[in-house]
């Protein structure tokens, strides 16, 4: 299962935030919460979508949705809430494959 959280990046900060990813990346795959792994963080390619990026997370369950995050955690979240467009909404949506997702009706 995939947790994918898209977002806009503030103007002029594309290039700090990919910066900012690549020297965090390890220290965000090793704070994630228990059951989260982190699945790379991915820039839109020539104004194609309705986002700039988006950040995903594989889960081990649904269980991981209710794990507590860690301290160190949370400080990562506000360092990388400064390149996030306040003035437009992030989303976020979970994923199953096609192999996994269990359908209805």
């Known amino acids: 299962?995939?947790?994918v959280l898209r977002y806009r990046i503030e103007s002029d900060k594309a290039g700090a935030l990919r910066e900012w990813l690549r020297e965090n990346t390890a220290d965000i795959e090793a704070h994630a919460p228990d059951g989260w792994h982190?699945?790379?963080?991915?820039?839109?390619?020539?104004?194609?979508?309705?986002?700039?990026?988006?950040?995903?997370?594989?889960?081990?369950?649904?269980?991981?949705?209710?794990?507590?995050?860690?301290?160190?955690?949370?400080?990562?979240?506000?360092e990388w809430q400064q390149f996030v467009n306040d003035a437009t909404p992030t989303t976020a949506v979970l994923l199953k494959s096609a192999d996994e997702v269990v359908i209805i009706g």
């Open 1 to 3: 299962m995939q947790y």
């Open 38 to 78: 982190y699945a790379g963080s991915y820039f839109v390619v020539r104004g194609f979508g309705d986002y700039d990026c988006e950040m995903r997370y594989d889960l081990d369950d649904y269980a991981a949705m209710d794990s507590e995050n860690p301290p160190r955690f949370n400080e990562i979240v506000r």
